[in-house]
């Protein structure tokens, strides 16, 4: 079972970056995928869900609007469009993988996004 991350980077503010999240080793389409983040000295937080069909997604209140969370069953992959980037969205991001009803529960090494000028 694998996550991977990718995409990350150094970033104006400003600007942005999309994240790819590629899954193997399991049924990628029943599983509801997540994007969180962890900054230096913090928890690591929610940023972003999407339903295993793709059909409904929430974000934390500091990303609404400024990223969008989709995802290709057809390719294993969940995506992380972030736009408009703020030196605040600067952390590791992880992918997240989760079939609730059987208790299985994945995730990614993470990938780095800075922002900064």
């Known amino acids: 079972v694998q996550l991977v991350e990718s995409g990350g980077g150094l970033v104006q503010p400003g600007g942005s970056l999309r994240l790819s999240c590629t899954a193997s080793?399991?049924?990628?389409?029943?599983?509801?995928m997540s994007w969180y983040r962890q900054a230096p000295g913090k928890e690591r937080e929610l940023v972003a869900g999407?339903?295993?069909?793709?059909?409904?997604?929430n974000y934390a209140d500091s990303v609404k609007g400024r990223f969008t969370i989709s995802r290709d069953n057809a390719k294993n992959t969940v995506y992380l469009q972030m736009n408009s980037l703020r030196p605040e969205d600067t952390a590791v991001y992880y992918c997240r993988g989760r079939w609730a009803l059987i208790g299985m529960d994945y995730w990614g090494q993470g990938t780095q996004v800075t922002v900064s000028s």
């Open positions: 080793g399991f049924t990628f389409s029943r599983f509801a």
């Open positions: 999407i339903t295993s069909d793709g059909g409904s997604t």
